[in-house]
């Protein structure tokens, strides 16, 4: 009946299930355990009709123009691009670090000769990671380097990971870079927008096709069965000779035979504030005050009149199986062996295909795994 079964209705699913029902004109099944399609990127308005992140905040940016084109076909954009302050020694200071942050944090002298000094050592406009910029031997960059560290880095990757910057892989700190410029926008891409109906609008109109059925709150091994021994997958009790293109955690799809992946999870607390504004940033970072990492104000993503607002505070936490939501995978040396073990395991599979940041265990923005959805449909579904 299904020529192809989807295990996962985010991005990576959904956007593999709208190719195969309109490039390929083929039947496709998606099996998603939550009552809800859209992952993680799922949003909806609140009583006071402000548009909510469930998950926690998604902005779009990206630099890959087949991708904004693709989604453009689903949504139309309000124009955004987003801000981040983060809350440093009583100030709120623009993140990423740039020129700004400098002259607002220190004495103008002292900024100025810190400036001074960056502009001879970087282009202009240049981006540098806070890993890199530690090895400064200048005595005033080596200043500066430990000030961003130990105000912005270290004890915000303690809380979000558990972890040392440095213990942690190289590219999760590099995705916020130093600037030398005085831009204060987060994302540099090219596009940046703001779906103008919400992310679930999105993926309501990318699902909405008559080759398309969705099963929602059914955890894909009620009906699907792994014979590990034979290496085939079976569908309701029969075997399944289409492709089965998996999105979930690939350690849940074997079992869990060699141990759990890590994960770092999150609890969302989401408060409704009695004032029309509660903060001047969609998103103030706290890395050295509270339990939280950071605060989201919905209103200024989605703007709407009301009286009220809604805010969202994130506290990381370790993430246990079966009980927590997978955020995000823990980039060690040793969980990617772990990961590699499992994935040796799947690519014993003829008809699997292993896509998003659960099944890859690999930390993608929505624009890259909508990307890697697209590539994979060309290279491994059709
Ligand atoms: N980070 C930090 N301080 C900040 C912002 C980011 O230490 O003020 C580090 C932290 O380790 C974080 C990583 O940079 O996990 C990536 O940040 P990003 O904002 O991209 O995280 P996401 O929005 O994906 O949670």
Redesign the pocket.
């Known amino acids: 009946m299904f020529d192809y079964i989807i295990v996962g209705a985010g991005f990576a699913g959904s956007v593999i299930a709208e190719r195969i029902a309109n490039v390929l004109n083929r039947k496709v099944l998606i099996i998603e355990k939550r009552n809800h399609i859209g992952g993680n990127c799922y949003d909806y308005k609140d009583e006071n009709n402000i548009i909510i992140h469930k998950y ?2 998604h902005l779009f940016h990206t630099d890959y123009k087949e991708v904004w084109n693709y989604l453009s076909n689903f949504t139309e954009w309000e124009y955004y691009h987003h801000r ?1 302050l ?1 809350f440093v020694d009583g100030k709120k200071i623009p ?2 670090f740039n020129l700004n942050s400098i002259y607002e944090i220190f004495p103008k002298k002292l900024a100025e000769r810190l400036e001074d000094k960056l502009l001879s050592k970087y282009t202009y406009n240049s981006k540098v990671s ?1 890993l890199e910029f530690l090895k400064e031997e200048d005595q005033d960059l080596k200043f500066l380097a430990n000030f961003i560290y130990d105000k ?6 303690a809380k ?2 558990g972890l040392k ?1 440095e213990d ?1 892989d190289p590219q ?2 590099a ?2 870079p130093i600037y030398i410029n005085r831009d204060n926008r ?1 994302f540099t891409d090219k596009y940046q927008g703001v779906p103008k109906e919400g992310y679930t609008k999105i993926f309501e109109r990318i699902l909405n096709n008559k080759n398309i059925k969705i099963m929602l709150n059914t955890n894909f091994n009620e009906l699907i069965n792994i014979d590990l021994e034979n290496k085939k997958i079976f569908f309701y009790g029969q075997e399944f000779k289409g492709k089965l293109i998996f999105t979930g955690m690939i350690d849940e799809l074997f079992d869990f035979k060699y141990g759990y992946l890590p994960y770092r999870s999150l609890d969302l607390k989401f408060e409704v504030i009695e004032k029309e504004y509660f903060q001047e940033a969609p998103v103030v ?1 706290y ?1 050295n005050n509270y339990d939280f ?2 605060i989201t104000e919905f209103k200024h993503i989605h703007p709407v009149k009301s009286d009220k607002t809604t805010i969202l505070k ?1 506290y990381p936490k370790a993430y246990e199986p079966n009980k927590d939501i997978p ?2 995978p823990v980039f060690t040396e040793e969980n990617q062996e772990l990961y590699n073990r499992y994935k040796e395991e799947a690519e014993s599979f003829k008809n699997l295909i292993l896509i998003g940041r659960l099944a890859e265990y690999r ?1 993608y ?1 929505m624009d890259n795994v909508i990307k890697r959805a697209l590539e994979i449909f060309e290279e491994k579904v059709r």
Do not use: L, M
């Open positions: 926690g905040p981040v983060a993140i990423p806070v912005i880095f270290k004890n915000y990757t979000q990971w910057p942690i999760v700190t995705r916020v987060y970072n890395p990492t950071r994130e955020y995000y930390y923005d």
